[in-house]
């Protein structure tokens, strides 16, 4: 079963996607994770996408797609999570053909929806572990004492670089101009279902289960 969770920066994709990877095999494709790990390798494309992500608006549909296509040719077992993919409609009919010459489909797109206030409250307070993704913020979940991630016992905890209010300024008006007619996309194709991105961690978890035991 492919999905993809949809929403602005901030709504827990990235949290409720590693979720699932743990909870059913699926695999997690996630854009924003691809562009951070080429960004140190010290590629071209690297330096490219790094000055572009950290002014917070989107990198080229072109770089992207070739991401995703690269990926889509390895073993996708359990299912894949679209997880800050697509975010332009070129991306979502580019993602369209690259399923289509898999033989498969999207099954849903999961839209998570927060209001703006806790979206800036929560990426402000964000660190990320840069080895597992665990997701940690300074008001509900700060960082263990010794500095060691939970997860995984990683010691590279870190803010991104692109969470601070003048990048989440323009991250949000690229969601709010670029990504947001996907919703009104997906929703003609009758893929769309939604779940309120607000509520505590496990019952957003529960939510999402419940839709997809439903497709
Ligand atoms: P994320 O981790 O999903 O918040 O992504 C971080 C940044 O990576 C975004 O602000 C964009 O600059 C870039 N990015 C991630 N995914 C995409 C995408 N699908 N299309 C364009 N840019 C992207």
Redesign the pocket.
């Known amino acids: 079963m492919n999905i993809i969770l949809l929403g602005p ?1 901030g709504a827990g994709k990235g949290t409720q996607a590693r979720r699932l990877v743990a909870e059913r095999g699926m695999v997690q494709l ?3 994770d691809m ?1 951070r790990e080429a960004r140190t390798s010290g590629t071209e494309m690297g330096k490219r996408v790094a000055a ?2 950290d002014s ?4 080229t549909d072109e770089i ?1 797609i070739g991401l995703i296509a690269e990926k889509l040719e390895g073993d996708t077992g359990g299912g894949i999570i679209f997880d ?5 409609l070129a ?1 979502a009919d580019a993602l369209s053909d690259l399923l289509g010459e898999k033989n498969t489909e999207l099954a849903t797109v999961i839209e998570m929806q927060v209001d703006d206030d806790a979206l800036v409250a929560r990426i402000t307070a964000r660190s990320t572990c840069a080895d597992c993704g665990e997701v940690y913020n300074d008001n509900t979940k700060p960082i263990p004492a010794d500095g060691k991630c939970s997860n995984c016992g990683s010691d590279k905890i870190t803010r991104r670089a ?1 969470d601070n209010e003048d990048s989440l300024k323009t ?1 949000l008006l690229a969601y709010y101009k670029q990504t947001s007619p996907l919703i009104g996309y997906y929703y003609a194709k009758g893929l769309l279902t939604d779940v309120d991105g607000l509520a505590e961690m496990d019952d957003v978890a529960a939510e999402i289960k419940k839709k997809l035991d439903t497709v």
């Open positions: 920066p996630s854009t924003g562009l572009v992500m917070g608006a989107l990198v992207v800050g993919f697509p975010r332009t991306q692109d991250r």
